[in-house]
């Protein structure tokens, strides 16, 4: 006997809901060998049952109803979904607090944290601050996703990269800054490496997601299947960024702009996610940054003297709203949540 979830479109009245109640979800934990034997065996037992004891329709999960052995299957006990939500958001909250320490050796000339760690007065300080502190915010990305699994580390680990972004400057900054024009989409590039690595290495020590219990955890580290045809394919998704950054950065305030790229991280994460179910979505992290940073060199390659009237007769290009930073928070935010999402999308194409 099999119950079903109800997928992960379970979204709550006050927004939308960080985990999905499927197995496989963006909230569930990764089953640990000895899990899967008991569950197989619990499984069997429950199976040779099932001719004398059926349940009704609508009683246990499905119908709402607290089912205490079919949660304990899923992984949804009250005492596991308690520790995942508390791992979840105290790691949001140290990797927020952590990455903030950051935000002094970054202040620029314009006097405040400049938005591209190039713009800061003493920028190897900068970077060398913001890599330790985004070292320290790893371990805690990774205890994260051995209690829940790699998506939720993933995107604990982008909030702390999302608590930067809000306390630097923003695309006034940038155009007023005296930055290079391609630097810009140089440093959203150089996020973007930095992204792949550490979805590399969150994968690699916490293993792979819930629904591939096949997967190898050195897949995560190896290149051929970090850049295999499959992966390519899903990282090709990428390209959407480009569209909801144009649709939703309405303006330049921070929070708007950060919004934008984790709304161009979840559409990315779904649409990889369902072209390629079957690999580990080391790449596909990285790919709003890749398509991000190659658009905005393009528009930022004539310098910021060309883009400035443009952005003040109409607050654009939209393209470059987002900051590097903003990009590599979103991607990481983002592509999770989209993950969780395609969810039960994926498993239907499993199972069929």
Sequence with gaps: MRFE??????????GLQLAARGRGGFNTPVPSPDDNTAASEETSVRNDSS?????????????????????????????????????????????????SMALGSMVSWRGVPGPV?????????????????????LVIAVGVAKIVNPAVGMFVLG??????????GGYPDILFGETGGIAIGLETLVWGVVVLIMAAVIHRLTGPLPDQPRASEAEAFCPR?????????????????????????????????L?????????????????????????????????????????MGGGTADVIPEW??????????PTPIDVAAGAMMGVSIGIGFSRGFVEANETS
């Design 225 to 257: 299947e970090v850049f295999s045809p499959r992966a390519l394919r899903g990282a090709a998704a990428g390209a959407l960024a480009i569209i909801a950054v144009t649709l939703f950065a309405g303006n330049d305030l921070a929070g708007q702009a």
């Design 159 to 168: 909030s702390g990269l999302g608590a930067l972004s809000m306390g630097s």
């Design 117 to 137: 760690l190039s713009q800061a007065i003493t920028p190897i300080w900068a970077i060398l601050m913001v890599l330790g502190c985004l070292l320290v915010c």
């Design 51 to 99: 001719a004398a004891l059926k349940p009704s329709p609508g009683v246990g999960i499905a119908g709402g109803r607290p089912d205490t052995e079919g949660s304990s299957l899923d992984g949804e006990g009250f005492i596991g979904s308690v520790q995942r939500y508390t791992a979840l958001i105290l790691g949001m909250i140290l990797c927020g607090i952590v990455m």
């Design 312 to 321: 003040m007769r109409s607050g654009g290009p939209r393209l470059v709203v």
């Design 259 to 299: 919004a934008a790229a984790i709304i161009a991280g979840v559409a990315t994460g779904y649409v990889g996610r369902v072209l390629a179910p079957e690999v580990q979505p080391v790449l596909l992290y990285a790919a709003p940054c890749v398509f991000l940073a190659l658009g905005q060199a393009m528009i």
């Design 5 to 14: 979830s109800c997928g992960p479109w379970g979204a709550t009245d006050s």
